[in-house]
């Protein structure tokens, strides 16, 4: 358990961009086994280092702020990434719903594509065309289609 939780730790450190030499040096994990971990998972190195790279810039920017603001900051984050799981949950049960769900004619499969592409783009974003698209819509365009 302990050594699963050691490897665990040195394939972190390997996605944030440290060698499988320093790796073993963190972690007490033989690079060799920390190299084969790598390889098994299909991780590739630094490829987590844009987000320590981004949470060094977000908390320095927040330790400038009053603590009282850094608290409420705080909680609405985390207020804001339990809404992004439950939604993200389910998108994924109405999907599985709507594939298990039986289709007996055309507008029952129509119905189901939309509820696996709106789950689709739930869970995964929109399609940045799609997106640029519906954003771009003009006002009178709107009110025309009313």
Do not use: W
């Not at 320590?52 to 985390?78: M, R």
């Amino acid at each position: 358990m302990m050594l699963t939780s050691k490897i665990d730790d040195a394939c972190a450190y390997f996605q944030t961009g440290k060698s499988l030499r320093t790796c073993e040096k963190l972690t007490g994990v033989p690079f060799k086994i920390v190299h084969r971990a790598v390889l098994k998972r299909g991780l590739k190195k630094s490829s987590l280092e844009h987000l320590v790279i981004n949470k060094s810039i977000v908390d320095a920017e927040i330790d400038t702020l009053p603590v009282g603001t850094q608290l409420i900051i705080e909680k609405e984050s985390l207020r804001r990434q339990h809404h992004v799981k439950f939604f993200d949950d389910c998108a994924v049960k109405n999907v599985s719903e709507a594939m298990t769900a039986a289709c007996i004619c055309q507008d029952d499969y129509k119905a189901r594509g939309e509820t696996i592409s709106k789950g689709r783009d739930v869970v995964l974003g929109k399609n940045p065309a799609v997106a640029v698209q519906v954003n771009s819509c003009r006002l009178e365009d709107m009110l025309d289609d009313l």
